[in-house]
T-cell receptor
Framework: AQKVTQAQTEISVVEKEDVTLDCVYETRDTTYYLFWYKQPPSGELVFLIRRNSFDEQNEISGRYSWNFQKSTSSFNFTITASQVVDSAVYFCALSGQLTGNQFYFGTGTSLTVIP | EAQVTQNPRYLITVTGKKLTVTCSQNMNHEYMSWYRQDPGLGLRQIYYSMNVEVTDKGDVPEGYKVSRKEKRNFPLILESPSPNQTSLYFC?????????????FGPGTRLTVL
């Protein structure tokens, strides 16, 4: 079965702190794709990153970084020096070749950055 | 401007009264999908379409219908809405019907069924 678990329901940090959002996935696929989306208070969903299962290189984009570890089935997201604008709900998602074009989202982590 | 549009954005209706939520994209995308977002449950896929006249069930299709007669449109139909369908609905599209494609989401439709 395909499943994404985001165990952290809510996180609060003080501005400039670093924060890591956890994502653990389950899949029978050997080829699969992981995504992160951001949902700010305005409600829209914004794509952040995609990672495929055969590319375990970590990625950094400005203050954002992602750590993909197949050995632990995790795809964690770190925000360095958090800012108030980072306050949002963050979703991790999974898709795979076996399940065709179905997407599985986690339950989301609500991040609040306190000024 | 490239976008996914949904209408209406807000809707309050009563049990059993058929309704349609429209979704349209102007990016010539092959893939379109509907999700519902509920507190504590995240986003769950209702239906998706890989191209015109091709639709498939997602995780929670019960009580919903869709059609894809044109590439740009993917309406969500609730034939007989019930209160448990009160939710925030998102339409999404992606360029190709491939599982690695990022999705572009519409602004959401907040539906309340009394």
């Amino acid at each position: 079965a395909q499943k994404v678990t985001q165990a952290q329901t809510e996180i609060s940090v003080v501005e400039k702190e670093d924060v890591t959002l956890d994502c653990v996935y389950e899949t029978r696929d050997t080829t699969y794709y992981l995504f992160w989306y951001k949902q700010p208070p305005s409600g829209e969903l914004v794509f952040l990153i995609r990672r495929n299962s055969f590319d375990e290189q970590n990625e950094i984009s400005g203050r954002y970084s992602w750590n993909f570890q197949k050995s632990t089935s995790s795809f964690n997201f770190t925000i360095t020096a958090s800012q108030v604008v980072d306050s949002a709900v963050y979703f991790c998602a999974l898709s795979g070749q076996l399940t065709g074009n179905q997407f599985y989202f986690g339950t989301g982590t609500s991040l609040t950055v306190i000024p | 401007e490239a976008q996914v549009t949904q209408n209406p954005r807000y809707l309050i209706t009563v049990t059993g009264k058929k309704l349609t939520v429209t979704c349209s994209q102007n990016m010539n995308h092959e893939y379109m999908s509907w999700y519902r977002q509920d507190p504590g449950l995240g986003l769950r896929q209702i239906y998706y379409s890989m191209n015109v006249e091709v639709t498939d069930k997602g995780d929670v299709p019960e009580g919903y219908k869709v059609s894809r007669k044109e590439k740009r449109n993917f309406p969500l139909i609730l034939e007989s809405p019930s209160p448990n369908q009160t939710s925030l609905y998102f339409c999404a599209s992606s360029e190709l019907a491939l599982s690695y494609n990022e999705q572009f989401f519409g602004p959401g439709t907040r539906l309340t069924v009394l």
